[in-house]
Structure formats: C-alpha cells, structure tokens
C-alpha cells in the first residue's frame, strides 16, 4: 500500500498523484491536475515576462529620449534626467512604461489564490 505524503505550500495541498486541493470562495473543495496548475503557472509567467519585458524596453527608450536633450537648469531633488523627461514632455510614456514594468512584477511575484 503506498503512503501518501501531503507537501504543503501556501495556498494548496500537493498529493503524489499530481493533483491540487484546492478551496475556492464558497468553500467546496476543487481538484485540478498537475498539468493544469503548470499550464496556469506558465500563463502568469508568460504574461509576466512580456509585461516586464515591454516596461523595461519602454523604460530605456524615455531614458534615451531624454539624455537626447538634456536640460541646462535643474535643482537639486528631482535631479537632471527627471527635469529633462518634464523639459521633453514625454511624461505620459514613463509612467505607462512605469506602470507596465510594476504590473508585470506583480504577477510574476504573486501567487493565485484560486488556480
């Protein structure tokens, strides 16, 4: 008769047959296979890679854009290259690339509650 040993991990129950215990909101209990809950990780991975990926691509190009015209007056705090994306209007594209870059870190750091 083999045991079955119960790996724990934050949100769910491993057996070695491959399958997740898994509870949803209600409380049942649900069991995915081993494949699904890699397909579902490898999903996040993908989505976010490509985010951070795009976010850090965007990131260096505003950087580029600005040290193409650097501004000649800045103060202190904000410092130079910060005064030069204001100088050259191209605040819009940093924060979305910004806000690109941090989404994709979210999900590749998080865990599903619910896979």
Not at 12 to 23: E, M, P, Y
Not at 30 to 35: H, R, W
Request: charged share 15%; net charge positive; with cysteine.
């Amino acid at each position: 008769m083999r045991h079955k040993r119960n790996l724990y991990f934050n949100r769910g129950i491993l057996f070695l047959t491959g399958r997740f215990k898994t509870a949803n909101t209600a409380g049942t209990v649900l069991y995915t296979t081993g494949k699904n809950m890699e397909e579902m990780i490898m999903k996040r991975c993908m989505k976010g890679g490509f985010l951070v990926l795009s976010g850090v691509i965007g990131i260096v190009g505003v950087i580029i854009a600005a040290m193409q015209n650097l501004s000649t007056e800045w103060v202190t705090p904000p410092g130079r290259m910060i005064t030069s994306v204001l100088e050259n209007g191209i605040v819009v594209p940093a924060v979305l690339f910004l806000a690109l870059f941090v989404w994709g870190l979210y999900i590749l750091l998080t865990e599903d509650k619910n896979p």
